[in-house]
């Protein structure tokens, strides 16, 4: 049968196929250690799981509203008032299945063809996906290690032109494990100010953040950056809840609306008694939960990093949040290791996993190629051995 062109034109997601391949091996035997996890490792907290099967027994298994219950909308816009500084309406909330739904609705919402993306490197798989598929073009803005691979307000302002219709943050980063503080933040809203430039601010790691790291939303920061931003967050990675597809929009009505339009006809709601999950998920148990993962990944990305860093060639910021370390391992290309050049960080990562079983993520994909991403959501025990055999691999 014939495959669209669009489709075609769609490559496997990078994070996938890493994990398919580790998988792949484990299956013939083979002792892999995975850093190729997007997923936190941690199960979904009893208290969540405990209202999705109260609701399913009371009968909460048919349609909702496309975007989510109201109980459920009012709730985030509950949780968004009081965390975030922001004032929606649960009109101005849509929930979505899952966060990479949110991304490529939104962007089906507000983009046409002609229209460009400012997207800073490096940025998650989905982005160019998702704005390629929107009809839109992708306008890559290269940054610096010297400045943690941040945008800064020059090189954003130098991308502007007549056709940018939107730029997208995403902060706590994926893959760069970096925060934006609120006063960066504040300098990229002030470049945009008197542009016609929409924002999607991915906020999704929001809650995973270390050391003495502060997480703005960039709504919150003035009435303009509030007028221009669609917020998105969800439960995948705060409540360990990737299963579940869970996520939501917040912005003006008149996306919103949009985007329920398209959702409507797409997928309608999320799954049902799920949204009375997310509800309970949001109580008053949520702090706690969410401080016990917290604090486990802090204790892992911290000693990741430390551990790179020992490695000879490689360089590795520590993460300040989500839970990636994302080390430049470039001055080890160009060497033959057990006979096999390493030309780039696909080589990297291929023969990493091949001789030494490690599975990494290549850079490539996320738009560096000097780095690879390592995921923290795994056990400590993992994280020993494997920069253990990163390290004997690249001595050889
Ligand atoms: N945004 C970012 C930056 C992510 O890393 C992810 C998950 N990898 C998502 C959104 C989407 O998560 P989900 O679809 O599980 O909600």
């Known amino acids: 049968m014939k495959v669209s062109k669009r489709a075609q034109d769609v490559p496997t997601s990078a994070t996938i196929a890493v994990t398919a391949r580790a998988m792949q091996l484990k299956a013939q035997g083979v002792d892999v250690i995975g850093f190729g996890a997007g997923a936190p490792d941690f199960d979904t907290p009893d208290y969540i ?98 400045n943690n691979y941040k945008i800064t307000p020059q090189r ?24 934006y503080t609120p006063e960066e933040l504040k300098d990229i809203a002030k470049v945009l100010e008197g ?71 797409m997928t309608q709601n999320t799954v049902t008694f799920g949204q009375y999950a997310a509800i309970a998920a949001l109580g008053e148990q949520a702090a706690g939960a969410i401080e016990k993962m917290r604090l486990e990944f802090e204790r892992r990305g911290k000693y990741m990093a430390e551990q790179l860093n020992s490695i000879e060639g490689i360089e590795c910021t ?27 960080s696909m080589d990297f990562a291929k023969v990493l996993l091949e001789q030494a079983n490690v599975a990494l993520v290549p850079g490539l994909p996320f738009g560096c190629d000097n780095n690879v991403r390592l995921s923290f959501a795994c056990s400590f025990e993992q994280i020993e051995e494997g920069l253990d055999r990163l390290e004997k691999w690249l001595k050889q």
Request: hydrophobic share 40%; charged share 20%.
């Open 195 to 265: 542009t016609r430039v929409m924002v999607i601010s991915d906020e999704i790691y929001e809650k995973l953040i270390y050391g003495d790291t502060k997480f703005v939303s960039f709504a919150s920061l003035s009435e303009d950056a509030y007028n221009r931003t669609l917020t998105l967050n969800g439960f995948s990675k705060a409540f360990s809840m990737t299963g579940w597809r869970l996520a939501y929009t917040a912005g003006p009505v008149d996306v919103i609306k949009a985007m329920g339009r398209l959702q409507s006809h």
């Open 49 to 146: 799981k405990d209202a999705a099967i109260e609701a399913l027994k009371a009968g909460k298994t048919k349609y909702t509203p496309a975007g989510g219950i109201i109980e459920l909308r009012q709730a985030i816009a509950d949780k968004l008032k009081k965390e975030n500084g922001l004032d929606y309406t649960p009109e101005q909330i849509i929930v979505n299945i899952g966060g990479k739904h949110s991304v490529y609705e939104s962007m089906q919402a507000v983009l046409d063809p002609g229209d460009e993306v400012i997207l800073p490197a490096p940025y998650w798989v989905t982005y160019p996906e998702t704005i390629k598929l929107a009809g839109a073009m992708s306008k890559i803005i290269q940054t610096d290690k010297a």
């Open 318 to 344: 520590e993460a300040t949040g989500a839970f990636y370390c994302f080390p430049d391992v470039s001055s080890h290309y160009g060497r033959n290791i057990n006979d096999t050049k390493i030309n780039g």
């Open 156 to 179: 954003l302002k130098d991308a502007i032109t007549d056709k940018t219709a939107l730029l997208l943050i995403n902060s706590p980063n994926n893959p760069g494990g970096f925060t």
